[in-house]
């Protein structure tokens, strides 16, 4: 972790902090879809778990705690339409639901928390402490304050005690679970070993020039594995849309909902205040302190004269090397980003202006500001039409929702289809055949219609389903049986398959004839060249790395990691080809490496398997419990 990282550690401490419950789930993000399109009350209950209920509030602030950091994480890769594809939104909820499990499992075996233990915690956390020490009451509340979006102190304790909860049932659940030393030294090993290879890989895409096949050579190996080219089951439909998009041109939205939805949501639209810094840094760890301080004073000095080059005393003097390069420049940071003493005086200066000495945990700075930011709003009227856009959408997606739902009960049969689409000038759409996984005509991939279709019967009509362009009801209108399919039908994949299958035994017939002479050779790299291939040398590398034309192959770690410096393995089969590697370079892993990693391993080892255990119990536990999740509201939050 550089300095500036470490000095940057507020920005996600609450992340970490809740972290401390090992649980057996992920925390995913949750896309923007579910906090401005929801179409239900914060209040309303989603799913309930033993009677405890699960809010739209509490799936939408889950949302708000971790979006920061994912979009910090991944940046655009990480976009509404992926994560809608991916069932994010399924998972959170379903994370809310094993939480709300644990919770339940833990009062059954009768676990608690007491106030004392939930101060205690909250003394302990690095993130409420500065220089070893709890911060106060007053900083502690302004950190929780700081959060996206806030929490105020009786938020964070509440989940805190559930945490803790749940951190106990865990521990009692699975403390008595070790690990044996020669498991872990094994592990360390299998690690940390690694070798530098000279590979020679023989891949079958070099071979399929010379492969030839006849009509009867295809035929009899399509015969011997006709079932892997068996076509499955198809579907015919027809389908009518109610489409939102087409809904939210006859939305109009009141001034009122803007001006109100703008003021409920004005953490949104503000900026808090920012300073842009440069700093030089002389640590203190390990140093004399009085000669650090004086060499600092000295460095001030020449920083504070007439015409001096901050950025160049920053360049000789700065031991900061996560920015000292680039002349100190800490970038623009806000309040809460940096330790309290940094940016108390970094938020007193003018821009231009250069501190006096500032002592932290750190060592001492010497801190010039460049610029500041003052708190800004966005005004109502540059985010207007933004707002009227969502609201739009919202209450699009909600009309929608009534229209399809209200047309439910009179939709039963395929005539009722037609009539439906007439009425509402719907145009109604065939789809042709098409497997279960392929797209449903027009509306693209549709697992859960292509799963109510191929459970359905001609003659039925599904009742309202959301896709993505908004709600559909269909109907069956054909379909095609599982079939083996004559030769001819798939003639070209049948080609490809036995191609491959012929390129692959000749490269490996031939890797397996040179074999033998590159063990021999003197010369290994020159012996491989005679015979017409091409040697690769890696770097060192442990075990799962890549290997050029080969990829990652546990058969080629087997084999290099079993031989000696020097040796020269049989020819290997991989998924991709087939190679002989010899290993040039070995480095072992020595008793005392072992003996210095083995804790922290152990800590890992003994989680994994703690997890693992734990995750079984509680999926035999929910069993056991009352879980109702209510399909109407996930609905009208997630827009399924």
Do not use: C
């Not at 304790?157 to 009692?172: D, F, G, H, P, Y």
């Not at 895409?205 to 010379?210: I, M, T, V, Y």
């Not at 198809?234 to 109009?252: F, G, L, P, S």
């Amino acid at each position: 972790m550089t300095m500036l990282d470490q000095m940057r550690r507020h920005k996600g401490w609450l992340k970490w902090s809740l972290a401390l419950v090992v649980l057996t789930f992920v925390v995913f993000y949750i896309p923007d879809f579910l906090t401005t399109n929801t179409g239900a009350a914060p209040s309303e209950v989603l799913a309930e778990v033993e009677g405890q209920p699960i809010t739209v509030g509490t799936f939408t602030r889950r949302y708000n705690a971790q979006i920061n950091a994912y979009r910090n994480a991944y940046g655009g890769q990480m976009n509404d339409q992926l994560l809608k594809q991916l069932g994010i939104d399924r998972q959170i909820l379903n994370q809310l639901i094993d939480e709300e499990a644990m919770v339940a499992e833990s009062r059954k075996q009768g676990i608690t928390v007491t106030d004392v233990e939930i101060r205690q915690r909250i003394l302990a956390l690095p993130g409420f402490q500065e220089n070893g020490k709890f911060v106060g009451e007053q900083r502690y509340r302004q950190i929780l304050q700081f959060q996206n979006p806030p929490m105020t102190t009786a938020d964070f304790e509440a989940s805190l005690r559930r945490a803790l909860q749940i951190e106990k049932l865990r521990s009692a659940i699975t403390g008595w679970m070790s690990i044996s030393d020669k498991d872990v030294a094994d592990e360390f090993t299998r690690r940390n070993e690694k070798v530098k290879l000279d590979v020679v890989p023989i891949t079958p895409q070099a071979f399929k020039s010379q492969v030839t096949v006849t009509d009867a050579e295809l035929a009899a190996f399509f015969e011997k594995a006709k079932d892997k080219y068996r076509i499955g089951e198809k579907r015919k439909a027809r389908y009518a849309v109610i489409n939102v998009d087409q809904v939210r041109q006859t939305i109009t939205v009141p001034e009122a909902d803007i001006t109100a939805f703008y003021q409920q949501n004005m953490p949104q639209y503000q900026t808090p205040a920012q300073v842009r810094a440069s700093h030089i840094l002389f640590k203190l760890e390990g140093k004399d302190e009085k000669a650090v301080q004086a060499l600092a004073e000295e460095v001030l000095k020449k920083a504070q004269a007439p015409g001096a080059d901050f950025a160049a005393l920053a360049k000789q003097y700065s031991e900061d090397d996560s920015n000292n390069t680039n002349g100190g420049d800490l970038d623009y940071f806000g309040r809460g980003r940096m330790v309290a003493e940094f940016e108390q005086a970094a938020f007193s200066m003018k821009a231009g202006e250069i501190s006096n000495l500032v002592k932290t945990a750190f060592g001492f700075h010497i801190i010039k500001v460049v610029d500041s930011k003052p708190d800004t709003t966005r005004p109502l009227a540059e985010v207007r039409t933004e707002i009227e856009d969502q609201l739009k959408w919202q209450k699009a997606q909600a009309e929608a929702e009534r229209i399809a739902k209200s047309l439910e009960a009179t939709t039963k049969t395929p005539a009722d289809l037609e009539k439906l689409a007439t009425s509402r000038g719907l145009p109604v759409i065939e789809a042709g055949l098409f497997l279960a996984e392929e797209a449903v005509g027009g509306l693209g991939p549709q697992p859960e219609l292509s799963q109510r279709l191929f459970a359905s019967k001609e003659g039925e009509v599904t009742p309202a389903m959301r896709v993505a362009a908004g709600w559909v009801f269909a109907t069956v209108t054909g379909r095609q049986d599982s079939y083996v399919p004559k030769i001819d039908e798939v003639k070209a994949r049948v080609r490809d398959d036995l191609v491959g299958d012929k390129a692959a035994e000749l490269a490996k017939a031939r890797a397996t004839a040179i074999a033998s002479d590159l063990k021999g050779a003197k010369d290994f790299a020159a012996a491989a060249k005679r015979a017409g291939l091409e040697v690769k040398t890696t770097e060192l590398i442990a075990r799962g790395a890549a290997i050029a034309d080969l990829g990652i192959s546990e058969a080629v770690d087997a084999a290099a990691f079993a031989l000696p410096q020097g040796g020269v393995s049989d020819a290997i089969s991989t998924p991709t080809g087939t190679a002989i590697v010899r290993v040039v370079e070995r480095v072992d892993v020595t008793p005392a490496e072992i003996e210095g990693g083995r804790d922290q391993l152990r800590d890992e080892l003994v989680n994994q398997r703690r997890d693992k255990f734990f995750g079984a119990y509680m999926q035999k536990a929910k069993q056991g419990l009352t879980i109702n999740i209510r399909q109407d509201t996930l609905a009208r939050v997630v827009g399924i």
